[in-house]
């Protein structure tokens, strides 16, 4: 057996790399190696423990993968205690294997659909008593299967079930039978952990940041340096306390959000009904929901009855759906597939009906509990976020090492310089590590947050929400955004624009209003096919659909109890809703044809199906009828051919390249003697019968244009991703400016592979691409690429699937330049984020539906435009119901970033000019004061960095991006020239002093602090303090992506005030003040003010220095190293795709192997 395997996933089978449900968790697949404990080395760890006081279990705790070599030997996984796993991030966790007895009259009970597995699981090591082995990770459950050989998610039991299967669960399980499956799947519980005061301060002292705090503390205590030690302790233990309350309270509020038990009412195989806790459930328990609903604890398919529920918590969507019974099959059961049957958990149920006794509630087959429902892995991805590639976090780290060889040289200078002195050898050593906590100050991590949480509160004001901080400064940096169409670029609402009838013959002329439509079944198909249904009397429903209804004058009518009077009227069928004419429409035409109906079946509208139907019969059952309302390709296909009017294609072309939203009806009669509560969806939307187009009109909402506008001129992509129809989709781009008006459209259709052709690739010009004249073609093509006409692609999602499948060579290209992206699903959206990722884009995502939840967790910035729960899955959420916010998230994550680097870069500065502030007094035998570095960090560098970021964006979005690489060479180019000016400086300072006449000697006898107060230390504690200062107005950016400094008015007044401190100290310090700094009180005015003269000289190297630096002048030593590619894809592709004048090859049908493709190097 090996001792390395993996953990299987049972959704591991799937073609498409995207996530199978936008709801639930994507494909993991972790590497995992089994340890067993080896009690020696346990022993041996714990010596070394003992004599390492507790620095080996720190090490440890830093790095668990060490702890885990270090005690146990590698082993096969069958008979592992440990395991280590390696995420699909790379990441590294170690988890403990745990086991629990199974009980041995349960051997049998999990039936022939789960044996194999179940007994492979249980009988693997089978001794005196019977043993499941599992680990727990993030919240989930995986077990041992021997069969397999790895350990497998536990859903994995249940991936198999047939919607056929569950209806064999209806009749409930036995207590033992729950006992046993409760046993193998866990609680049905979404646990968050909220872990005791005491451990979470003991994690957070154990953080290297906090280590490296202490380390510096206690060193300054064996120094003497108590106050100042005294109060970074005391800033350390605030900040530490803030961040425990912090982390404590998101813990608490999100397990509130998250826990949730309840009674709920199961049926067993005895046919009784208990109530019972709902942490109990496991998957194949038979529920019963009540007529007034309830929060639904867990995911359940529907079995009987209809449930209109609310799952604004999981999509954002606060449009109530309507859930019907699953349909009874051999097929295998998706919660994916199978939506409009299937209720979430942290779903509301407002109401079931038509299931239970007395026709009220339904009836559920629960599918998956725990953190195998939605809301558990929407939480999950709340508490265990994907983590954040972002170079600037990744430079800062690397910074840090160099500071860290900046220290090292410094105590090896320390130890050189130090041990000619008359110090002691503790003293020597001592001093040397006191610099290392000079050159890499412990407040930089805490320092470059300052910025990030002013904007999030700026943020916050403006009505926009951020779950995750670190991304305020991502946003800074993305480079597309993609939004949804409907209810993001467009309003929510649609109106009715009109109705046309088609057939055989062709189409009839447009009816403005559908009750104006003669009875028939082009109104009968209006009124009936739709999901709408009742609340205490008020219809509820897809807005849509709601529109719909309203415009044909019918009114709903809903039954109620068990034995309806309505079922009679309609001919003993289970009546769902009816439907009646107005009052006035029946006297006015006196036609019989126009009478009530009843609808006694529906098939939900699916994204995946693209359509939805209802079956109808007349008063007396008479006349079944099937109606299906969808995309009009979707409908069309569906429908015998003949009934399609020939124009089909040029009128639906007409219609959406107006803007407008078009759905085509069909229908046909069904046979009476067919059982119309047991057919089928696939019997039904089949061979049906052509009706016509509904057309309803959608506008753009006014900021869109304005926003594309703004995010253009800053040379940020815009895209478009819609499940709308192509041509409107197009449409709504031109009218909000995603495609200009001298910009070209090509459509790229892909035929994907079939058993007639093979894979077939072609672009088309939009108005009179399909022409077949080469010379037209070579004229198009000369216009488009020669004559400064931009253009841009679209695509639909069948080709956008095809082409990934069938030309990979091609996508790249394609995903440079498409701008439209329709009829897309939710799977193809979330697909086409990752795509982008990549081409190196650093994407965002703005949508508010359903359809949008996975694609807004895949994007590096998701922004929801809903106020419910579930945008906690996005990291942003913005109150305002258009684009507006995208622009200004931007704007602030550009400051936020801007600023962060500002205050890394002064940081960085700051303990470069108390390092060589120390170096240089080191080295003529003296050292600083205790107050004189209180006076320093506190008051001057730690009040500037606090107030420095309060600076707001700029009201423009720049067209250049600011940088994210903390490496780059302007900023390490501008931190070397300043650190040489602040040298100079000094050693200025430092010589001036001793040239002048009445300069004393330091006392060579003695070292450090007793050799203060001195002229040497005065001198350079006076110019350091200046120094702090003057950087700080160096380093801190303002245009383009910041709003000027002097809008920062209270930086502005502190800069002034500690300036006028600084003067004041040079000047005229007054003996009290020298006394209690330890600073020589000079008596020569004009050299005092030769000291002031040198800062602002120092001054105005700095600040010329900087804007020079900003202005390119340190560009021409990349000239020295030649032109080198970018590293971001999509920049090189661009560069290519500019030099190939022939591409896209227009009206020219590409095969996989036919075909020029342009590599990457």
């Keep these: 057996m090996e001792r390395r395997g993996s953990v299987a996933d049972p959704q591991s089978g799937l073609p498409s790399p995207s996530p199978q449900d936008p709801l639930l968790s994507p494909e993991s697949h972790m590497d995992v190696q089994g340890y067993k404990w080896v009690r020696w080395r346990v022993w041996l760890c714990r010596l070394a423990a003992l004599l390492s006081l507790g620095l080996l279990l720190i090490v440890f705790h830093w790095r668990p993968r060490l702890a885990v070599l270090a005690r146990c030997c590698s082993c096969p996984l069958a008979l592992a205690d440990i395991l280590l796993l390696k995420d699909s991030f790379g990441q590294q966790h170690v988890v403990e294997v745990l086991t629990e007895e199974i009980e041995e009259g349960s051997l049998d009970l999990m039936g022939d659909l789960e044996e194999t597995e179940w007994k492979d699981t249980v009988q693997l090591y089978k001794e005196e008593k019977t043993l499941l082995r599992y680990y727990l990770f993030e919240g989930l459950r995986y077990i041992w299967l021997d069969r397999k050989g790895a350990f497998c998610r536990v859903s994995v039991l249940n991936e198999d079930w047939t919607c056929k299967d569950l209806y064999g669960f209806q009749k409930g399980l036995s207590h033992l039978e729950q006992s046993f499956r409760r046993c193998m799947f866990g609680p049905n519980l979404i646990d968050v952990p909220v872990k005791p005061y005491m451990k979470l301060l003991f994690e957070e002292v154990l953080n290297p940041f906090y280590v490296f705090q202490l380390f510096s503390i206690t060193l300054w205590l064996i120094d003497n340096y108590c106050i100042y030690a005294i109060c970074i302790f005391l800033i350390s233990l605030l900040s530490i306390s803030i961040s425990l309350y912090e982390i404590r309270k998101q813990s608490v509020t999100l397990r509130n959000m998250a826990r949730f038990v309840t009674n709920v009412t199961v049926r067993r195989k005895s046919g009784a009904e208990e109530s019972v806790s709902s942490e109990e459930l496991v998957p194949g328990d038979c529920l019963i929901i009540p007529q007034e609903g309830l929060l ?102 690397k910074f840090l090492l160099i500071l860290g060889f900046v220290a090292l040289f410094g105590t090896i200078y320390s130890l050189v310089v130090l041990q000619k002195t008359s110090a002691t050898w503790f003293e020597v050593i001592i001093r040397s590590l006191d610099i290392v906590t000079i050159a890499v100050p412990p407040a930089l991590p805490a320092a470059i947050t300052t910025g990030t949480i002013y904007a999030q509160h700026r943020l916050k004001r403006r009505g926009v929400f951020c779950i995750s901080p670190p991304r305020i400064n991502i946003c800074g940096k993305v480079s597309l955004f993609c939004f949804d169409k409907t209810g993001t670029l467009t309003e929510e609402g649609l109106d009715v624009w009109g109705v046309v009838e088609g057939g055989p013959a062709g189409f009839s002329e447009l009816v403005p209003e559908p009750r104006l439509l003669p009875p028939g079944n082009m109104l009968s198909g209006l009124a009936c096919c739709h999901t709408v249904t009742l609340l205490r009397g008020q219809p509820l429903g897809d807005p849509l659909e709601l529109k719909m209804v309203e415009s044909t004058g019918w009114t709903l009518e809903e039954p109620e109890g068990d034995e309806s009077p309505l079922d009679a009227e309609f001919g003993g069928h289970k009546v769902l809703a009816v439907m009646r004419p107005p009052t006035q429409q029946l006297h006015a035409r006196g036609n019989s044809t126009c009478e009530a109906v009843a609808i006694v079946q529906r098939f939900p509208f699916s994204s995946a199906l693209q359509r939805m139907s209802t079956v109808t019969v007349a008063p007396g059952g008479r006349s079944p009828l099937a109606f299906i309302k969808g995309s009009p390709e979707m409908v069309a296909s569906l429908c015998r051919a003949e009934t399609v009017p020939t124009k089909f ?28 509560s047991t057919i089928e969806r696939g019997e039904v939307e089949r061979d049906m019968q052509f009706l016509g187009f509904l057309i309803m009109k959608n506008l753009v909402k006014p900021e869109s244009p304005e926003v594309i506008n703004i995010l253009r001129l800053a040379n940020l992509r815009s895209i478009m991703v819609t499940g709308d129809n192509i041509l409107t989709a197009v449409n709504v781009a031109k009218c909000c400016g995603m495609v200009g008006s001298d910009e070209k459209v090509i459509f ?99 949508g508010d539906g359903a359809n949008d939840c996975g694609a807004l ?303 990457l190097s």
Excluded at 297 to 311: F, I, S, W
Excluded at 326 to 347: I, K, M, N, W
């Design 748 to 846: 790229v259709n892909v035929v994907p592979h079939s058993t007639q052709s093979m894979p077939m690739l072609k672009f088309n010009l939009e108005n009179g691409g399909a022409t077949a004249n080469q010379n037209s073609v070579e004229v198009i093509t000369q216009g488009l690429y020669q004559g400064g006409f931009g253009y841009h692609l679209a695509i639909s999602g069948k080709s956008f699937a095809a082409l990934c499948d069938h030309f990979p060579e091609y996508l790249p290209k394609v995903l440079l330049r498409a701008t439209v992206f329709a009829r897309m699903t939710p799977d193809q959206k979330t697909q086409l984020v990752k795509e982008l990722q990549k081409l190196n884009y650093l994407v965002g995502m703005c």
């Design 296 to 397: 639904l604890p867990c995911d359940a398919a529907l079995l009987a009855g209809e449930c209109l529920v609310n799952e604004s918590m999981l999509t954002g969507e606060s449009v109530p759906v309507l859930k019907t019974p699953l349909p009874a099959g051999d097929g295998q059961y998706s919660s994916e597939t199978e939506r409009r049957h299937t209720v979430f958990c942290g779903t509301q149920l407002i109401q079931a009906k038509g299931g239970g006794p007395g026709g009220r509630g339904a009836v559920a087959v629960v599918t998956s509990t725990g953190f195998f429902t939605a809301k558990g892995n929407l939480v999950s991805s709340i508490l265990y976020p994907q983590p954040t590639n972002f170079r600037f976090y990744q430079d800062a780290v």
């Design 857 to 1159: 967790r895949a994007a590096d910035i998701g922004v929801s435009l809903s106020e419910a729960e579930a945008s906690v899955a996005s990291p942003f959420t913005s109150k305002t119901k258009n684009i507006s916010c995208v622009p200004l998230l931007i704007r602030e994550g550009r400051c936020s970033l801007v600023t962060s680097f500002s205050l890394f870069r002064y940081m960085a500065v700051y303990s470069l000019i108390q390092f060589c502030s120390v170096l240089i007094l080191y080295t003529v035998k003296t050292s600083m004061a205790d107050l004189q570095f209180l006076f320093c960090d506190i008051f001057v560098v730690t009040v500037l960095a606090l107030v420095m970021g309060k600076g707001g964006p700029s009201e423009e979005l720049h067209p250049r991006r600011p940088p994210a690489s903390l490496l780059g060479l302007p900023v390490l180019g501008s931190l070397f020239i300043h650190s040489c000016t602040i040298v100079m400086g000094q050693l200025a300072a430092l010589f001036i002093t001793a040239s002048q006449d009445w300069y004393v000697p330091l006392n060579s006898t003695v070292f450090g602090t007793e050799n203060l107060p001195n002229m040497e230390d005065t001198s350079v504690f006076a110019l350091s303090g200046f120094q702090y200062i003057i950087m700080a107005v160096v380093v801190t950016k303002g245009y383009p992506h910041k709003r000027p400094l002097y809008h920062n008015v209270l930086f502005l007044c502190i800069l002034f005030i500690l300036f006028g401190l600084m003067t004041w100290l040079v000047v005229y310090p007054g003996t009290f003040v020298c006394e209690k700094l330890e600073l020589y009180d000079f008596t020569d005015m004009d050299f005092k003010l030769l000291l002031v003269a040198v800062a602002a000289l120092n001054f105005l190297i700095c600040f010329v220095a900087e804007v020079l630096i900003d202005l390119g002048l340190l560009n021409c030593l990349r000239l020295l190293r030649g032109k080198r590619q970018s590293k971001k894809q999509y920049k090189r592709l661009n560069v290519l795709l500019s030099n190939s004048p022939s591409w896209p090859p227009l009206n020219q049908a590409l095969s996989p192997s036919n075909h020029t493709v342009i590599y």
């Design 649 to 676: 294609s040029n009128k639906l072309c007409n219609f959406s390249s107006e803007g407008l939203r078009v759905l085509a009806l069909a229908y046909k009669p069904l046979d009476v003697n067919t059982d119309l």
